[in-house]
């Protein structure tokens, strides 16, 4: 496959972020190629493991470098670094939905290997990574539902940032009334206030560390009503016909 940079990539206007950080573009960039090799399992055309190796060149990626003319300024840019060959499996396990209960329940591991040039310098990054997520679903009587979901990644990177755990879990219940033309839902999204990311950047002269957090936690209400208006009949293809055995 062919990945190609968009126009933010490409866009070399300046945005200043703060007072010691800028963003912009590389009207310079190249497209990157990937090439995958993957082996799996699946049930009912839905994969339950697998496990593959992705290898991209001319692989393009968000990079910090140091402001020439300012070096305590940094600039958050893009560029062509090098290549990069990703090692993964996952495996998926779940209760078929159409019970009271059902579940599905996964993970996935990878390893990054990294080789290329940073600031004109040879560099070499290597890291793996876990990644876990769950959806749950249980059905209280005919009228209710009530459901959970969440990730978690240890070990994680994003680009050349090292990052620490973080995740988030969810919950939400929906009630069913008037044989079920009235629909309540509410929701919570990030509970436990987990999005909150440690991360560490060693690459070339930049030595970052630090942590961001990202407030997503949402609480919120959903009321709908249908009020039994017939959906609109679909038109039959006048090529299709009904065969009798």
Do not use: C, K
């Not at 990079?63 to 990703?86: C, H, I, K, M, W």
């Amino acid at each position: 496959t062919i990945g190609r940079p968009d126009y933010s990539n490409l866009n070399p206007s300046v945005r200043y972020v703060d007072q010691f950080l800028v963003e912009t573009g590389n009207p310079a960039l190249t497209p990157q190629f990937t090439h995958n090799v993957e082996a799996n399992i699946s049930f009912d055309n839905f994969p339950v493991f697998s496990v593959g190796r992705n290898f991209t060149t001319d692989i393009f990626s968000s990079v910090v470098y140091q402001d020439p003319s300012n070096p305590s300024v940094a600039v958050r840019t893009f560029d062509n670094l090098g290549q990069r060959r990703e090692t993964y499996f996952n495996i998926v396990g779940a209760i078929p939905p159409g019970g009271r209960y059902f579940f599905a329940i996964g993970t996935q591991y990878n390893i990054n290997e990294f080789e290329g040039f940073y600031e004109n310098q040879p560099i070499s990054f290597r890291r793996g990574s876990w990644r876990f997520f769950t959806f749950h679903m249980l059905r209280l009587g005919n009228n209710a539902r009530l459901h959970m979901s969440g990730f978690m990644m240890t070990n994680g990177q994003q680009n050349f940032y090292e990052l620490d755990t973080f995740g988030q879990l969810n919950f939400g219940f929906t009630q069913n009334f008037f044989n079920q033309r009235l629909s309540i839902t509410i929701n919570a999204r990030d509970v436990l206030r987990t999005m909150n990311t440690q991360f560490v950047l060693n690459q070339g002269s930049m030595h970052l560390q630090g942590n961001r957090y990202s407030d997503n936690r949402r609480f919120g209400i959903n009321i709908r009503y249908n009020f039994g208006v017939g959906q609109r009949p679909e038109r039959r293809n006048m090529m299709q016909f009904d065969m009798e055995e």
